[in-house]
């Protein structure tokens, strides 16, 4: 199992990224999803995450409105549209994979990517 982010960068203030992250060795249809973010010296922390079916979808608080968390099964490949971006938001973001959709919980993830650095600087 692999999963590979990308399109991380440097923006600008109110800019905007999308962040992908293509899975393989698993069906991605078949799992929850989940973006998690670490910023240096803080701990990780849930971003966003999708149920399987996309019933269920969960934001932190401080990117609700701005983010968004989308999958795109046939390409087995998820997604994270992030807009108004703030310097706040710099982190290494990570993307995961697993059965329980839980924020708090990051453990909970089964699979995990190895990171893409977004920074958020003028």
């Known amino acids: 199992v692999q999963l590979v982010e990308s399109g991380g960068g440097l923006v600008q203030p109110g800019g905007s990224l999308r962040l992908s992250c293509k899975a393989s060795?698993?069906?991605?249809?078949?799992?929850?999803i989940g973006w998690f973010r670490q910023a240096p010296g803080k701990e990780r922390e849930g971003v966003s995450c999708?149920?399987?079916?996309?019933?269920?979808?969960y934001y932190a608080d401080s990117v609700k409105g701005r983010f968004t968390i989308s999958r795109d099964n046939a390409m087995n490949t998820m997604y994270l549209q992030m807009d108004s971006l703030k310097r706040e938001d710099s982190a290494v973001y990570y993307c995961a994979t697993g059965h329980v959709c839980d924020l708090d919980n990051y453990g909970a993830m089964s699979y995990w990517g190895k990171g893409t650095l977004v920074t958020v600087s003028s």
């Open positions: 999708s149920t399987v079916s996309g019933a269920f979808i």
């Open positions: 060795g698993l069906p991605l249809d078949s799992y929850t």
